[in-house]
């Protein structure tokens, strides 16, 4: 039961961002190697950078993982939770999902990847749900409209 709580945790802890101080260090790590930037150093920064609760922040992180990913092909798996992670944060569901299911292809049992899955699942239904009835919303205001100015049209 603690390791379920634990891993929960993990996936939750996306929204426990760095100190400003910590995330300080990180990227001045990340400026100070410039041009010649590691990729360690670099995914660091961008792990910092995903854990933000700005969205630029984030975006950033994402933009830096995807760097990594395209060019470091042996660091593609440590990216794909963190890119999934990244634009789940930003609203982008289907691009978590496809990063998230990449991931799970290759490591079934992570339960890491599993519990976002379950958020991202959750966030989806959600969002679908609303969209729903949002567009219900909007028929039955077109079908009061509609009918006001069938019966207004009728009675001249």
Same mark, same amino acid.
Request: aromatic share 2%; charged share 15%.
């Given at each position: 039961m603690?390791? @379920?709580?634990?891993? @929960?945790?993990d996936a939750a802890d996306a929204d426990s961002p760095l100190k400003p101080d910590e995330l300080q260090v990180l990227r001045a790590q990340y400026e100070k190697e410039g041009e010649f930037v590691g990729v360690q150093t670099k995914f660091n920064y961008a792990w910092g950078l995903i854990k933000s609760s700005a969205r630029s922040e984030q975006q950033e992180g994402v933009r830096l993982l995807s760097e990594i990913f395209?060019?470091?092909?042996?660091?593609?798996?440590?990216?794909?939770y963190y890119l999934a992670l990244g634009n789940f944060k930003l609203g982008n569901y289907a691009e978590a999902k496809r990063y998230n299911d990449k991931l799970l292809d290759h490591e079934p049992a992570n339960l890491q990847a599993e519990s976002l899955r379950g958020l991202i699942d959750e966030k989806v239904a959600k969002e679908g749900l609303m969209g729903v009835a949002i567009?219900?919303?909007?028929? @039955? %205001? %077109?079908?009061?409209?509609?009918?006001?100015?069938?019966r207004g049209s009728k009675r001249r």
């Open positions: 603690a390791n @379920i709580l634990y891993l @929960i945790s395209r060019n470091a092909p042996e660091r593609r798996r440590e990216c794909l567009l219900s919303g909007v028929a @039955i %205001a %077109a079908g009061v409209v509609g009918g006001m100015l069938l």
